[in-house]
């Protein structure tokens, strides 16, 4: 039952993820935004969600995953439900913030729960259900175009979305999440590991951080890089997220029922290596045709990298296992925020193809820090000598063996 209720939140966290993103052609022109203002609007969501994603660390420590999980959902039902109300971009924004808020509880509580299930570092339930995200992630785009054509447009899909949410949160209240309400053991770092695992955390951070950069960054402005730059018709443009997610969703499922194996560095090396190429492919030919299965193949790149990682920290971090995993997610939090804003940005100051450089720029960075957790996981841990107490409760250094 437990395993039912995160994999139903992820799913309707993949449904809301890409949600502006495939509007966001039509917001745009109804609004009157500029592309930094809306990189802006972006970005306060992703705010939103890096603070969460590291705060929610703390409570799921304390309090456990279930009212975590509970209160994501009820957010993101709240934001989506108003957001588009009133034209004003402040307005938006804060509503956007909550929805941020609500990504980041229900991310970092899934993922949470499953390490908790799956241990020892295998990597088929958490590469099941990212791709479970992926499949709302490429549904919610086709829903989107076929909103535009009715009369209440994007706005009906965010208000559908918004109730799945509402029914989702008070649903959840009903589950026992017995067995990972808390974390199992103490949950402090080994201090025997410290220095080499710290290493590879921040490589990990380091990871997400250019990979969601570069994977929300592509996301959320591909439908308007149809329009503008290939000029297809809005309801082509929002299908160009779900083929993007269609590649991710493709390559979520043939990692999860294909690979077997725990050579995570080398999955993660191949993975940035593809998406390295085809993206930057993808951007200079002028077919829109030839550019979506370039954008197809760059999705099968991204696919695992996520899962991967969190599966690299349950494996190497046993205990400070929720701390460990708010620290990484916060990667992903500072790439959206950071990746969507600059797009936007470069693009009103250059053009949208300079934008999306950005993103092309990051999957290079990717697969230099794929080189170097593989070196990191390689590498043993350097063990700290450990100290004793003695008879009037000082502590003393080992002795050492030599002379025995």
Avoid at 9 to 19: A, M, R, T, V
Avoid at 284 to 308: D, E, K, Q
Avoid at 350 to 368: H, K, R
Avoid at 395 to 404: E, H, K, M, W
Wanted: charged share 10%.
């Amino acid at each position: 039952m437990i395993r039912g209720v995160v994999l139903g939140s992820f799913l309707l966290f993949g449904l809301s993820l890409p949600l502006l993103h495939a509007a966001l052609p039509e917001v745009i022109r109804e609004f009157g935004w500029r592309y930094t203002a809306t990189g802006g609007l972006l970005a306060t969501g992703a705010g939103a969600y890096l603070l969460t994603a590291y705060a929610a660390g703390m409570v799921c420590q304390r309090f456990g995953p279930k009212r975590v999980l509970i209160g994501g959902l009820l957010c993101q039902a709240a934001g989506f439900g108003l957001f588009g109300v009133s034209p004003v971009l402040g307005h938006n924004m804060m509503l956007y913030a909550l929805v941020g808020v609500g990504h980041g509880a229900v991310e970092l509580a899934a993922n949470y729960s499953i390490v908790q299930i799956e241990r020892g570092g295998k990597t088929r339930l958490m590469n099941f259900m990212h791709a479970v995200f992926a499949v709302g992630a490429v549904a919610t785009p086709l829903g989107v175009s076929a909103a535009l054509a009715t009369a209440a447009g994007w706005r009906l899909a965010f208000r559908a979305l918004a109730g799945l949410f509402a029914v989702a949160g008070l649903s959840a209240a009903e589950v026992s999440f017995t067995g990972i309400e808390r974390p199992v053991g103490p949950d402090r770092p080994r201090r025997t590991a410290r220095p080499a695992r710290l290493g590879l955390l921040i490589l990990l951070f380091a990871m997400l951080l250019a990979y969601v950069g570069s994977e929300m960054g592509l996301s959320a402005w591909i439908a308007e890089y149809y329009v503008r730059v290939l000029g297809t018709t809005k309801p082509l443009a929002a299908k160009m997220v779900s083929l993007l997610w269609g590649g991710i969703l493709v390559g979520r499922f043939a990692v999860a029922w294909l690979y077997h194996g725990r050579r995570h560095g080398l999955l993660l090396l191949g993975l940035t290596v593809t998406t390295a190429v085809a993206m930057p492919l993808a951007m200079v030919c002028r077919s829109a045709l030839l550019a979506a299965n370039l954008f197809f193949i760059a999705g099968l790149g991204y696919s695992a990298v996520y899962p991967t990682v969190i599966s690299v920290v349950g494996r190497h971090f046993r205990r400070g296992q929720s701390m460990a995993i708010a620290m990484v997610s916060a990667g992903g939090g500072v790439g959206s925020l950071a990746g969507q804003f600059a797009i936007g940005a470069v693009a009103d100051r250059f053009d949208l193809l300079a934008g999306l450089g950005v993103a092309a720029g990051l999957n290079v960075v990717m697969v230099l820090l794929a080189v170097g957790i593989i070196v990191a996981i390689r590498r043993p841990p350097r063990r700290v000598p450990r100290s004793h107490t003695d008879r009037n409760g000082q502590r003393a250094p080992t002795p050492s063996r030599q002379g025995r």
